[in-house]
């Protein structure tokens, strides 16, 4: 038989169904930085089923949504559940040095990884400077 000997956990147990917060979206952690022209952004969603997860853009936010589901089946006596399961999202607000149109998304070993590209507008670029030998004619 498996035994918890964690209080603080009976304590949340607790907490969550006095404040009726059961039912809150779960956290979805994650990582973001930036790597030469794209802004990566990685989201820990282990156990969660590819087809659940939802990706939009509506003026440059970033709505994320996924669904994890109980791998008990249901009747079943739950001596242990720890684990987060249900919906869980996530909201990105996107600069207007990001390219919101060209997001790419792809889900490996438990992680959603997306690859932002930085604006072709937002990167640096060189100004050409005219020399001081040119002469302008001046019409008066």
Known sequence: MLMRTDPFREFDRLAQQVFGTENRPAVMPMDAYRAGDDFIVHFD???????????????????VRAERRSPAPEGAELVAAERPTGTFTRQLFLGDTLDAERVDASYEAGVLTLRIPIAEKAKPRKIQISGGNERRQIDR
Do not use: Y
Request: hydrophobic share 35%; glycine share 6%; no cysteine.
């Open 45 to 63: 969603l282990p156990g969660v089923d590819p087809e659940t997860i939802d990706l939009d853009v509506e003026r440059n936010v970033l709505n």
